[in-house]
């Protein structure tokens, strides 16, 4: 008997939520179900299913946000030729992180990009991260947690020896780690499709 996993028409299905113009503000996604078959990407709709096929795809981007106190979740913004984009993301229905649905993402994202790479070099461009406006603003705000929510702390701590000032200081420290690792993993980028970074995915 054939192993389905190795065929590329078979169907594979990702219980996660998508969405067309990922610039737009949602409260709440509704629309869950991702799909590789046949050379075409599937997708769920408030009218059904949606597809377009991958040769139409020009472009793959991913990036990783953190929700403070809750970790980190995955997106994948796939650009097809004259469409709106699709975002495909490994986070709950009202944007939180969701390990349930990390090995679904990464497992989306590998077969996407084993599909993808087989195109012709320079077919698709594959970047990550954030804006280089947008490091930017995480570096400032990165240097001002560092004061608010460290610096200060500690500050205190001298002056009045209270010791709910080191707690408040180690409570700090966390939240701007998380801070600095999300900036480091949204660093702007291209990439390789046959070599996904390890930090872009859960």
Not at 15 to 23: E, K
Request: charged share 20%; aromatic share 8%.
């Amino acid at each position: 008997m054939q192993d389905a996993s190795k065929d590329v028409t078979a169907r594979r299905d990702y219980s996660l939520f998508v969405r067309r113009n990922p610039g737009e503000l949602a409260l709440k996604l509704s629309d869950e179900g991702v799909a590789i078959a046949g050379g075409c990407l599937l997708w769920v709709t408030e009218a059904g299913e949606d597809s377009r096929p991958l040769a139409d795809v020009s472009a793959v981007h991913l990036s990783v946000a953190h929700i403070a106190r809750h970790g980190d979740f995955g997106s994948c913004i796939i650009h097809f030729g004259g469409a709106a984009p699709l975002q495909v993301v490994g986070s709950s229905a009202f944007g939180f992180p969701d390990e349930e649905r990390d090995p679904a993402y990464a497992a989306f994202v590998r077969d996407l990009h084993e599909q993808l790479a087989t195109r012709p070099t320079g077919a698709v461009r594959f970047s990550a991260g954030v804006s280089d406006g947008r490091l930017q603003v995480m570096q400032v705000m990165l240097v001002i947690a560092g004061l608010f929510f460290v610096a200060l702390p500690l500050v205190l701590l001298l002056l009045i020896g209270e010791l709910i000032m080191l707690a408040a200081a180690t409570a700090g420290g966390l939240f701007v780690t998380g801070i600095y690792a999300s900036m480091q993993k949204n660093r702007p980028r291209g990439y390789d499709p046959c070599h996904i970074p390890a930090e872009l995915l859960p």
